[in-house]
């Protein structure tokens, strides 16, 4: 135990300040790690608000699969836009077992339901899909997608014509080549939900 100039006993004093620092430095954490998850929440708020159907968003981020509430015409859409989207990427050489094709899917999706080009795949469309995934950073997202892009066009080079990416004459960057995709899934989803119609 200490003991002052006085020779009075601060032991126990001094202990209890100890229990206190410990106990502010819990409520500390306790609090930092709040903020954290609070601005995190508002990240992913914010990523989500950046599309033009709040509704839409969010039946995307958690799954975008039509569940047994979904109507018969929205059901219609999905199938018809999985069975569009899986023929135009096989067309261009990418399938399933390629790394970025899922990520392709859910791009163009994305971009598919803005309905609009004027959009910044950085912002609008990489940190949107790799939320949906769990992952902290957009980059991931883009090296997939770059990788499946270069793939097939390496397969083309092997063989040409093996696929069509020899109509963008080089290997198209990440931009080219999504919305080349989304505009071709919209024109052939028309025409297939205009047959369906009828």
């Known amino acids: 135990m200490k003991k ?39 990240r992913k708020i914010s990523i989500t608000d950046r599309l033009t159907s709040p509704v ?21 859409r999905y199938v018809v836009f999985m069975k569009t989207i899986s023929q135009i990427l096989s067309e261009f050489g990418i399938h399933m077992s390629n790394n970025g094709y899922t990520y392709i899917v859910d791009s163009v999706q994305v971009i598919y339901d803005r309905k609009t080009f004027d959009i910044r795949l950085s912002k609008d469309v990489y940190p949107f899909v790799a939320l949906k995934y769990g992952y902290d950073k957009s980059t991931i997202i883009e090296h ?5 892009i270069r793939s097939a066009c390496l397969d083309n080079e092997r063989k040409p014509g093996a696929n069509r ?34």
């Open 56 to 76: 839409n968003s969010w039946d995307y981020l958690f799954g975008s699969k039509p569940s047994k509430r979904t109507s018969r015409e929205e059901y219609k």
């Open 4 to 42: 002052d100039d006085n020779g009075n006993d601060h032991g126990k004093d001094n202990d209890h300040g100890n229990i206190e620092n410990k106990e502010n430095n819990n409520e500390n954490d306790v609090m930092a790690s709040l903020v954290n998850e609070l601005s995190e929440l508002n």
């Open 144 to 148: 997939n997608i770059r990788n499946a």
């Open 165 to 198: 990416m020899g109509i963008f004459g080089k290997k198209p960057t990440n931009k080219e080549f999504l919305f080349y995709v989304a505009d071709a899934v919209s024109f052939r989803m028309s025409d297939e939900l205009i047959d369906a119609a009828c």
